[in-house]
């Protein structure tokens, strides 16, 4: 007798002989059906495939009237063939007609068929069609012919999907929303627009051949495989750069627990006994699978799927030999990178050229790859939903950072308008521009000192471009955290000197390692606080590893060899920790003195970025040269409002009296001491806040290099004067906001906002 794994290895044989064949891709379908039909003891064999707008439509059939072929729609949910569709999952039904969801088609001449097996046609884990068998009997058919079924689809849902049959854009998500195009929400991580071609960062590898000869060859190479890959995981998460503990164990866990599981590996093992190669079968399982769970709720099973998805891609990477990232491979000349997140090394992998934006699954706005993205002036849309089951590589994407979403294959009307958005987003810019060299004072005469934050090297030449008169916030952690490990004083040493001799004179405030909360390194995790905003981050960290500030401040006094220095420390909640890391400074100092190095005048400055501080102004004052107010983590700790927390984001407003009127007594108290105070917060580069700020009492303002120009333009057209008399009157209000009375007031004083 022969075996279910023998039929469907013949059949395999034959179906590959006549998709390997000649004509044209309907007529290859038509005997594919046909030999469905014939293997299987069926008198019909049809396949559905869908099109846009959700509609199965009969694209062959052996066995059903011929008239129905392209006639015969039904909507997704509708009928049997539909109802596999909706829920992806195969039916076996011996009396089909009796079901409460047959749905009968006259044209078809179905009615004489009694019982009915269809499975979903799926591929990168989206339902493509439908393929089903039926008899005039009321068969009951078994378990091991689903199987087959389901594997022969496997097979042909690459015909389906060729291009030949239907355009490929035609092929829809399986949750059914995208209708063509698609418009999706997310959260902005930078502004701006930018339209191209989707480029999935980590491409799913196309399995090229399905169908084996040999099963046992292909069982030795999944073992091989296997193995390879196991000694691979090991490898990476024993590397000396990974510190004890830590998340990286709980993901290495999740692998094992996955990769080790005997019935992960018996059901891939199943499909190659099938006729199956090694990698479609790794593909099947991983289809069956993400279809499965894709149904499931619960976040902490769903997020398992990604340590799935990650898996099934190494295992057929070791298959076939293909991996890497896009940046590797020929990319268009303007390219949509989408993904789930990325570090940010990852990104500046890119030929930074062809990029026009980013998507994300995940992300917050202060997340290191958005920081870098900020810096390309790239825009970035973040927290996209399930964006990644809905767009496909070489789908047509526009990014409108601005508005806080995607277009997916957008239609012309849309790009029309887009086209219109990024002109005038051009012009804005050649505005700016032309203002580089004009001075930024007020109308009434007030010069303003405009800064970078800055945090790569790109950004040096940004200084140059925006005519910025030095960086006002220079966070060496970004630099940290694009490395495999902690950087030593002489790689410390060489970037910094780099900045400080490519800055030409303007100063460069250096902060010193901010990391911790949402900005980890890779090497360097405090693992799973319950609050990681609050938790041990930034100075915290470096006071209680002196060894750490103690090199960087190192690295810092060499690079500047005698020139002036300007060092800033962040987070700085009580004078006591600014005493303690002010005595490091100094030991490292007689240090370098002590080794006859040069050191010039070096000023130290604070970030104020947690209000505690504010109760010790005074005693502050007297230490530092200047202060540096930190909005985004200041309004996090005025508000008790988590800065990466979307459903919060726009609770508090910066623009309120009681964080006005905060800002307005760290000013004054700055003015009063004759210490130079700035703004270098997300808050300080939004031109109707800079307004506020600058009415404030504020002249100095640091932000990241695409805000420069709006910036300077608003206070160009700005007389503070009266401006500072009304917020006068504003800052004892009650209100949750002043922001609409402040733009009011700028749209009717010609403030260009
Ligand atoms: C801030 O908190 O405002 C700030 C400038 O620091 P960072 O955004 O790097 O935390
Ligand atoms: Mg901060």
Redesign the pocket.
Known sequence: MLTSASVSRRLLGRLRDVMAGGGSAQERLNNVVKLIAADMVAEVCSCYVMRAGEVLELFATEGLQQGAVHQTRLRVGEGLIGDIAAHARPLALADAQSHPNFAYRPETGEEIFHSLMGVPIIRGGRVIGVLAVQNRTRRHYQDEEVETLETVAMVLAELVAGGELIRREELLPIDGLAVLPLRMEGVRLNAGLGMGTAVLHQPRIAVQKFVAEDPNAELERLRRALGEMHLKLKELFSSADLAEGGEHVDIFETYRMFAEDAGWISKISEAIRTGLTAEAAVQKVHDDTRLRMNQVIDPYIRERLHDLEDLANRLLQHLTGDGGTAAERDLPDDVVLVCRSMGPTELLDYDRQRLRGLVFEEGSP?MHVA?VARALDLPVVGRVKDVLSKIETGDLVIVDGDNQQVFIRPGDDVQEAFATALVARQAKKASYAALRDEPAVTLDGQHVTLML?AGLLVDLQHLKDMGADGIG?Y?T?IPFMARPSLPDVPAQTMLYRKIIDQAEGKPVVF?TL?VG?D?LLPYWNADGEDNPALGWR?IRITLDRPAVMRHQLRALIRAAEGRELRIMF??IAEVAELDKARALLDQEVERERQRGGAVGEIKVGT?L?VPALAWQFEQLLKRVDFV???????S?FMFAVD?TNPRLAERYDVLSPGMLRFISYLVSSCRNADVPVSV????AGRPLEAMVLLALGVRTL?MSAPSIGPVKCMLRSLDLPPLERYLDTLLDLPDHSLREKLKSYAIDHGVVI
């Open positions: 202060t920081i934050n916030l966070r952690e902060r901010d909360g900005k930034s962040p987070m970030m970025e540096s107010i930190g909005s985004n983590d200041l996090q800065r270098c917060g997300e808050m640091s």
